[in-house]
Antibody, heavy 121, light 110 residues
Framework: EVQLVESGGGLVQPGRSLRLSCAAS????????MHWVRQAPGKGLEWVSG????????GYADSVKGRFTISRDNAKNSLYLQMNSLRAEDTALYYC??????????????WGQGTLVTVSS | QSVLTQPPSASGTPGQRVTISCSGS????????VNWYQQLPGTAPKLLIY???QRPSGVPDRFSGSKSGTSASLAISGLQSEDEADFYC???????????FGGGTKLTVL
């Protein structure tokens, strides 16, 4: 059974940093691209970032480019999102999502339950 | 303002057929496949349709997708009360070099 468990969310002040983690199990992690997708309270879905199976291809939404860094550790079956210079508009539920295949273009086949990030003073 | 455009709401009565549209451009829907996600209240999204018209295992055949040019649509036939959810379309965008979503459509079963 595929499982994605996000952690690391919480309340953080504007300008500070936070690191999210996603622990994956139930599939061959290093065969698939992985993504972060967020959803602000009461709003729609927004793709944040994605990383290919071997970290050779990485993409970011313009809204987070230069502030967020995605990475993965295939030996630990884990995905990460380092979030710096956080802003109020980054407040959202952050989902970890498994890609359908090895590259970034494919659909998000499976989603975790999310971890909540609140940016506020 | 979402890159892909969906109607904010849709509705139907049990047993009816409902369609939800998704409009994009040549850099996204026009040159890449479309995927649809269903988000039931209080839950994580779930992949409903991929590659324009393919259903993952376990998705009832009441759900179908299609694409033409720079637009796509999701059809739900034999509407059931448990279909009440938010639906999102998504596609890769070659200009933005990233995935883009529609703003979502809230489906109400009357």
């Amino acid at each position: 059974e595929v499982q994605l468990v996000e952690s690391g969310g919480g309340l953080v002040q504007p300008g500070r940093s936070l690191r999210l983690s996603c622990a994956a199990s139930g599939f061959t992690f290093d065969d698939y691209a992985m993504h972060w997708v967020r959803q602000a309270p009461g709003k729609g879905l927004e793709w944040v970032s994605g990383i290919s199976w071997n970290s050779g291809s990485i993409g970011y939404a313009d809204s987070v480019k230069g502030r967020f860094t995605i990475s993965r550790d295939n030996a630990k079956n884990s995905l990460y999102l380092q979030m710096n210079s956080l802003r109020a508009e980054d407040t959202a539920l952050y989902y970890c999502a498994k890609g359908y295949q090895w590259e970034l273009r494919g659909p998000f086949e499976f989603w975790g339950q999310g971890t909540l990030v609140t940016v506020s003073s | 303002q979402s890159v892909l455009t969906q109607p904010p709401s849709a509705s139907g009565t049990p047993g009816q057929r409902v369609t939800i549209s998704c409009s994009g451009s040549s850099s996204n829907i026009g040159s890449n496949t479309v995927n649809w996600y269903q988000q039931l209240p209080g839950t994580a999204p779930k992949l409903l349709i991929y590659s324009n018209n393919q259903r993952p295992s376990g998705v009832p055949d009441r759900f179908s997708g299609s694409k033409s040019g720079t637009s796509a649509s999701l059809a739900i036939s034999g509407l059931q009360s448990e279909d009440e959810a938010d639906f999102y379309c998504a596609a890769w965008d070659d200009s933005l070099n990233g995935q883009v979503f529609g703003g979502g459509t809230k489906l109400t079963v009357l």
